[in-house]
């Protein structure tokens, strides 16, 4: 994924099925300076992680 979508992904109200490492996950933050994401898990929203966008899929 690149970051211009992840920040779009990231400002929507819908939400977007988004793979990280097999698992469907929520974008809470964009760090386009960085090319960083902060997420979660979708059934561990308080188990936050900073992950590179590269590694984040759409589906």
Known sequence: MDAQRAQEIS?????ANIIYNGKNVYIEHVDQENGTATIHN???PNNKQSVSISDLTEQ
Do not use: A, G, K, P
């Open 42 to 44: 979708i059934d561990e």
């Open 11 to 15: 400002n929507s109200t819908n939400m």
